[in-house]
Nanobody
Framework: VQLQASGGGLVQPGGSLRLSCVASRRILSLNAMTWYRQVPGKQREMVASLTVGGTTNYADSVKGRFTISRDNAKNTVYLQMNTLKPEDTAVYYC????????????????????WGQGTQVTVSS
């Protein structure tokens, strides 16, 4: 199974973007979905997470501006980013933990942790 992240780009300060992370196979169940971001020379940091029970957690720097959500029918997790700031500039990665999915033959498979390839977000005037 692969995760395809998209939606990044160049936006002015104060603008909005919505990132998407789509699984290549039908998701049967999962434990949690998380968006991370990383800038060159720094460690990857957690931005937002959503558990299967619906509990969300956000980095202090994005609280009130970012929203994580999921569309089960589309096998997709989103990150709505509003009021973007230059310090939000980074490569954003999605991660799914405890993923159980249906393979090409309809067989249930499990992967403990799956990462997307990253999408660049640049906030600049």
């Amino acid at each position: 199974v692969q995760l395809q992240a998209s939606g990044g780009g160049l936006v002015q300060p104060g603008g909005s973007l919505r990132l998407s992370c789509v699984a290549s196979r039908r998701i049967l169940s999962l434990n949690a979905m998380t968006w991370y971001r990383q800038v060159p020379g720094k460690q990857r940091e957690m931005v937002a997470s959503l558990t299967v029970g619906g509990t969300t957690n956000y980095a202090d720097s994005v609280k009130g501006r970012f929203t994580i959500s999921r569309d089960n029918a589309k096998n997709t997790v989103y990150l709505q980013m509003n009021t973007l700031k230059p310090e939000d500039t980074a490569v954003y990665y999605c991660n799914v933990e405890g993923l159980r999915y249906s393979d090409n033959y309809g067989v249930s498979r499990y992967d403990g942790s799956v990462w997307g390839q990253g999408t660049q977000v640049t906030v600049s005037s």
